[in-house]
């Protein structure tokens, strides 16, 4: 790859694409449940050291091999190490994308589903029992979420054969402000609700006795996988940035409002939950069940249902499209495929694997591998080996094989930038990153927590 690789064409783009890339269900869906079992501020006061100490420099880690090597998550390291073990990183990160795409997109779909829902007031009047029935049933169903999951896989068709500029960048410039409108919208609204001072309480407040290993090993797990690390996308849009992109401001902005989002959330969330007398520790079905349950009970419920179904399908579709460019840029650059023939045929493998993934939750449920649906199985492989496997080897490349000489030309522009962090940037790669991956995945696997 060449100085002639496309880049970002301004400074929102880059920031609204690698935001956007980051800034998904984990926040929105995810970060919300994740602190309503385990403790609330606690978790909250764990997560924000997590993200400081070891998100925050796997982001700029991945910057720095992305712009340095100017080449897909595959080049990368066939160009910085040829010929040695390290290229299996590349690898492992397009079957990471692959296989997040494969459920990740069934999720996707399903948020389409709850918006034609919210537009036709097909909430009005169900009970929470009624909507966990409504939910089970659409789920499972052989057809209904594969035609949700053709459009939004389109959706995603057309955002990457526009290419870089005109596809992500712009996509991006406009997705990422009207998710940070809609949510800062329901935030204010939230706060106003009867009781919503028990909901802040919650969050901001710390019972710090309810730190212990269990929430410190999900808090780092939800930094980790929240900020898309491991998985090769920040790789990719990396290798996009100008030589005027300053790596250590975008890895601060970027880690700083993807935390603001996931905040965000559950000021838009708790105040609500408690409002209304329902357990913040309600787990995977706050979205999908519990939420349009407040809804129904709020003023102006139905316009909130519709607003809030359309900010979590906008933060789906900015994760996927990072995802989709991970593998997209891999199979063109690699393979030297026309990129429009490179998009078709990553949406094509996806499409497969998303409808394995679909009727497998419905009706091929009774057919497992490992005890699990192939849905739980995609999930599983790449949320505890794939991604925690491949930060802590991009963790290493940095810290011990790639010249860190290198690594400051690039952080401070080749001397003209001050870099008062780069030594302790090198020691977190080297040692407390890993260390902290390393327990995160052993958590996953039940040897610890």
């Known amino acids: 790859m060449s100085s002639n690789r496309t880049t970002f064409a301004t400074k929102l783009g880059v920031i609204a694409a690698a935001v956007g890339s980051a800034v998904g269900l984990g926040n929105i869906w995810r970060f919300p449940y994740e602190a309503g079992q385990n403790g609330g501020g606690a978790f909250l006061i764990v997560y924000l050291i997590c993200v400081l100490l070891i998100g925050m420099p796997l982001i ?25 073990g390290w290229g299996v990183i590349g690898y492992m990160s397009v079957l990471a994308s692959f296989l997040i795409l494969g459920f990740y997109s069934v999720i ?3 948020t389409l589903e709850y918006i034609y829902q919210a537009v036709t007031n097909g909430f009005s009047g169900l009970s929470a029992a009624e909507l966990k029935t409504a939910f089970t049933e659409f789920s499972t169903d052989t057809y209904s979420p594969l035609i949700w999951l053709g459009l939004f896989l389109l959706a995603n068709y057309f955002i990457i054969v526009g ?15 009207l998710l940070f409108i809609i949510l800062i919208v329901f935030c204010v609204r939230s706060i106003f609700l009867p009781g919503a001072e028990e909901g802040l309480r919650f969050l901001f407040q710390p019972d710090f006795t309810k730190i212990n290993s269990n929430v410190i090993l999900r808090a780092m797990g939800q930094a980790f996988f929240s900020l898309s690390l491991g998985m090769g996308c920040l790789i990719t849009y990396g290798s996009y940035f100008s030589k005027e992109t300053k790596l250590g401001k975008t890895a601060f902005t970027v880690s ?18 408690f409002s209304f007398g329902i357990s913040p520790s309600a787990g995977p079905d706050l979205v999908f069940i519990t939420v349009p349950n407040v809804f129904q009970r709020m003023a102006g419920g139905y316009i909130w249902s519709i607003l809030f179904f359309l900010l979590i399908a906008v933060a789906a579709l900015t994760s996927t499209v990072s995802m989709f460019e991970v593998v997209t840029a891999f199979i063109h650059e690699e393979f030297n495929m026309s990129r429009r023939k490179a998009t078709g045929w990553v949406v094509g493998v996806t499409a497969v694997f998303s409808v394995i ?13 490992l005890g699990m649906t192939v849905f739980d199985l995609f999930d599983f492989v790449s949320a505890n080996i794939l991604l925690p496997v491949g930060g802590l080897l991009i963790s290493l490349f940095v810290g011990f094989r790639l010249d860190k000489k290198t690594s400051y030309n690039e952080i401070t522009d080749n001397g003209k930038l001050k870099c008062w962090y780069f030594n302790p940037l090198i020691f977190i790669l080297k040692y407390l990153a890993p260390v902290a991956i390393t327990l995160i995945f052993l958590s996953n696997f039940g040897v610890l927590g």
Not at 63 to 73: D, M, P, Q, T
Not at 163 to 177: D, H, L, R, T
Not at 257 to 272: E, K, R, S, Y
């Open 163 to 177: 290419g870089v500029k005109n596809g992500i960048e712009k996509c991006s410039n406009i997705m990422m402000p």
């Open 357 to 369: 993934c679909s009727l497998s939750i419905g009706p091929w449920k009774d057919y497992t591998i």
């Open 60 to 84: 700029m880690a991945e910057f720095i091999l992305g712009r340095h090597s100017k080449s897909n998550v595959g080049g990368t390291f066939k160009k910085l190490a040829p010929n040695t």
């Open 108 to 110: 996707a779909g399903w």
């Open 256 to 273: 700083t409002l993807d935390t603001l989002v996931a905040i965000l959330a559950g000021v838009m969330i708790f105040p609500a939950v």
